[in-house]
């Protein structure tokens, strides 16, 4: 599967952004889906994830309540809503695809990686 990512951006403290990211191929409802971030200077970490098979959604904890993943299998596309964003966001998010029905929260259990797209929050 190929992952196309988009919609980073610059926002301010507090406003909102919407990533998208769109994957090829005619089995995107059998992957399970997730977005990581890496700061600069620091290493990839697990933001939200949601399984192909339950629906079930995770988050790392920071991100409960600000974050949103969701899917739409018509459009091979699934969605990361970021709202009340702080200047800690800010780093290159990625699209990542699994095969496993769990949600994936390491890099290392991620079978397939998207291009990054740049999310900019400044204070």
């Known amino acids: 599967v190929q992952l196309q990512a988009s919609g980073g951006g610059l926002v301010q403290a507090g406003g909102s952004l919407r990533l998208s990211c769109a994957a090829s191929?005619?089995?995107?409802?059998?992957?399970?889906m997730g977005w990581f971030r890496q700061a600069p200077g620091k290493e990839r970490e697990f933001v939200a994830g949601i399984s192909w098979i339950s629906g079930k959604t995770a988050y790392t904890d920071s991100m409960k309540g600000r974050f949103t993943i969701s899917r739409d299998n018509a459009k091979n596309t699934v969605y990361l809503q970021m709202n009340s964003l702080k200047p800690e966001d800010t780093g290159v998010y990625y699209c990542?695809?699994?095969?496993?029905?769990?949600?994936?929260?390491?890099?290392?259990?991620?079978?397939?990686w998207g291009q990054g797209t740049l999310v900019t929050v400044s204070s």
């Open positions: 191929g005619r089995t995107f409802s059998r992957y399970t």
């Open positions: 990542a695809a699994d095969t496993s029905a769990a949600v994936p929260t390491t890099p290392i259990a991620v079978d397939y």
